[in-house]
């Protein structure tokens, strides 16, 4: 009966710990007024909810343009990706792994350093403040994740498949076309979605090289949480958890758990 | 050998980084002809096929189809369609879409494609299957599929890398033996890799065994069974008894002393398989070589003794005999050895018996291993 009891305890303290922030945000999104020492809102309301919405809330331009810029990189980061994952996944390269681990250099360092520069480097372009800068910031950020992806996918290609549309005549642009590309395709998909998601939660790079001028959902949700609105905070929050969760589910559909064994080999 | 070679592989090398594989293998094989490359595993047969098919380039050497170098070739354009031991369907697409690949790929219309890809599925008995996915179909359906695959584009060369190789027993049968008659019909050469001696006999026109990168033995299936041209082929081919005898040569025949497990005899050299395998004259070490199917057991008191003509004779005791079924199968010690012997009649355990090994099932070869190859 005890074990049982140390059971419940652990799972309840876990669902507290995952579920307790999330549980606290929803509540704060629908709340009117809510003060110490009251432990639940006062007032529920969703007189916020129209604020973030109204033209001045700012959040359907932060939303658009979040959402521009992660088209932006993944595009992007596809067009480097394709060709980069495939090469290193089919060609002997010279230095493999040490090209796989360059692709990971933007994390290994503190991101603020690194952000500060590019954005000392991109003013020298006059990249700063327009998307195409931001864009390119995303993209150095999720390239390592797009690369080291997109080489498992193509890695987890049978070279017999291959072979076999070579042997009847499919010359190699066709076969990588109406094969390799296809079969590839799942692992991409997740590529992209992770580099999608990567970008709509950025906030460090897009902070330095493209505030004040874009401002994406996370800069809104920043500002409105430095300026202690929690209802506003919240509500950006949510926005920005529906794609993760929807995320979730695509990914379990498209990522098999071959090509995942595959990841950075 | 046909006259006319078809494909011609001319003394070609293939090496894997600084590791050979392939020794400058030389064959030809002629239009409609269907051959097996047989040999165990890491002989080379497979790569042999793969630089057939143009996957790997030879370091020297040539290789030919007709007038047509193609040494160079890349592998689309050489006219060839494989059948991969892993059948390599593409599980993104339908059946119809795996068959009709190679037929849109030549720019086909729709309607000419529907037609060939309906009469292949016919043909190989997967009518109603084309727009099934191939990951739905079982082994022996997948492996038509592939065939079918290959034989949509009218190849010129037909490559087989072990095709059967994933089908349970009972359909290897009958897939033997649809291949074989599809390849006649049509007329297609076939070059056909494995490593089961049964498959290779009944299915090829001609064999090829291949031992470390070289070829041991080329001919047709009943020459390489009877009268393999080394030890090495002989053992292969399952001849893998062997017994060890000092015997006097001369022009006419092997005359072979007692000796402490085999009474002496005279064999007739045109009676012995491999007599052109044997030096002259002089005295010499022979290694016999036999099937357990071709000895026969006689009981030791009935044993001719002095000097036999027709066969060799091994004594021995019977160690165990069991019923595998149709004839006994006798374990028979033989001075250090056991071998397995077959027989009509049974012999109990303990009894003392000859085995008779009748000449034209025995293969003989120097002891030293040195032979003179021979081609097919």
């Known amino acids: 009966m005890g074990r049982w009891l140390v059971r419940g305890l652990c799972l309840g303290l876990l669902a507290f710990v995952v579920f307790g922030p999330l549980a606290n945000m929803v509540l704060w999104a629908f709340t009117e007024r809510w003060y110490f020492p009251h432990a639940l809102p006062i007032e529920y309301g969703f007189s916020f909810w129209g604020r973030v919405f109204a033209p001045r809330g700012g959040a359907i331009e932060s939303l658009v343009n979040s959402a521009v810029i992660a088209v932006g990189t993944v595009a992007m980061s596809l067009a480097l990706a394709v060709p980069a994952g495939y090469a290193l996944a089919r060609l002997r390269l010279p230095f493999r792994s040490l090209i796989l681990l360059a692709f990971l250099l933007p994390q290994a360092f503190p991101n603020l350093p690194v952000y500060i520069n590019i954005a000392r480097i991109f003013y020298g372009f006059g990249l700063n403040g327009t998307y195409l800068g931001v864009v390119l910031v995303h993209t150095s950020h999720g390239l390592v994740y797009a690369v080291w992806i997109a080489t498992a996918a193509f890695a987890s290609v049978e070279h017999e498949l291959e072979e076999a549309a070579r042997n009847i005549g499919a010359g190699a642009m066709h076969t990588f076309w109406t094969i390799t590309l296809p079969l590839a395709a799942p692992g991409l998909m997740a590529s992209a979605i992770f580099v999608f998601l990567e970008s709509l939660d950025e906030f460090t790079g897009t902070y330095f090289v493209g505030a004040p001028d874009v401002q994406t959902l996370p800069l809104l949700l920043y500002s409105a949480s430095a300026g202690g609105n929690y209802q506003i905070a919240s509500i950006t929050a949510l926005i920005l958890l529906v794609p993760s969760i929807a995320f979730m589910l695509v990914v379990e559909r498209f990522l098999r758990a071959d090509v995942l064994a595959k990841v950075g080999r | ?376």
């Open chain 2, 1 to 376: 050998m046909p006259s006319e070679a078809f494909l011609d592989i001319d003394r070609v090398a293939v090496r894997y980084g600084s590791t050979p594989v392939l020794h400058d293998l030389s064959l030809a094989v002629g239009r409609g002809e269907l051959v097996a490359l047989l040999g165990s595993s890491g002989c080379g047969k497979t790569t042999l096929l793969r630089t057939i098919a143009g996957f790997l380039s030879p370091t020297s050497g040539r290789l030919r189809i007709g007038e047509r170098d193609i040494t160079r070739l890349a592998p689309d354009r050489r006219d060839m369609a494989m059948v991969f031991q892993s059948y390599a369907l593409w599980p993104h697409m339908s059946v119809a879409q795996n068959i009709g690949y190679g037929l849109k790929l030549r720019r086909l219309d729709r309607a000419a494609i529907r037609a060939k890809v309906e009469d292949l599925l016919a043909m190989l008995g997967l009518a109603g299957l084309g727009e099934r996915n191939v990951t739905a179909l079982s082994g022996g359906q997948r492996q038509r599929v592939a065939l079918g695959r290959a034989l949509a584009v009218d190849p010129e060369i037909l490559l087989l890398d072990e095709p059967l190789s994933n089908l349970d027993a009972r359909i290897r049968q009958t897939v033997r033996h649809e291949i074989r008659a599809l390849q006649r019909r049509l007329g297609i050469t076939a070059i056909h890799v494995t490593h089961d001696r049964e498959e290779a006999m009944v299915m090829a026109d001609r064999i090829v065994i291949l031992d470390a990168g070289r070829i041991a033995q080329a001919g047709p299936p009943e020459r390489i069974y009877n009268q393999p041209a080394s030890p090495f082929v002989a053992d292969f081919m399952g001849a893998d008894n062997s017994v060890t005898l000092e015997a006097d040569l001369d022009g006419a025949s092997v005359v072979i002393a007692a000796g402490a497990d085999h009474a002496a005899a005279r064999l007739a050299r045109d009676l012995l398989p491999t007599a052109n395998t044997l030096p002259g004259q002089g005295t010499f070490s022979l290694r016999a070589f036999f099937r357990g199917e071709a000895a026969a057991l006689v009981a030791a008191d009935e044993a001719v003794t002095g000097d036999e003509t027709e066969a060799l004779l091994l004594t021995g005791r019977v160690l165990a005999v069991s019923y595998p079924g149709g004839v006994w199968r006798h374990e028979v010690a033989i001075g250090e050895r056991h071998f397995l012997v077959d027989d009509a009649t049974c012999h109990a355990p303990g009894d003392a018996v000859a085995v008779r090994l009748p000449a034209r099932h025995l293969f003989l070869f120097p002891a030293d291993g040195t032979t003179k190859p021979r081609g097919g």
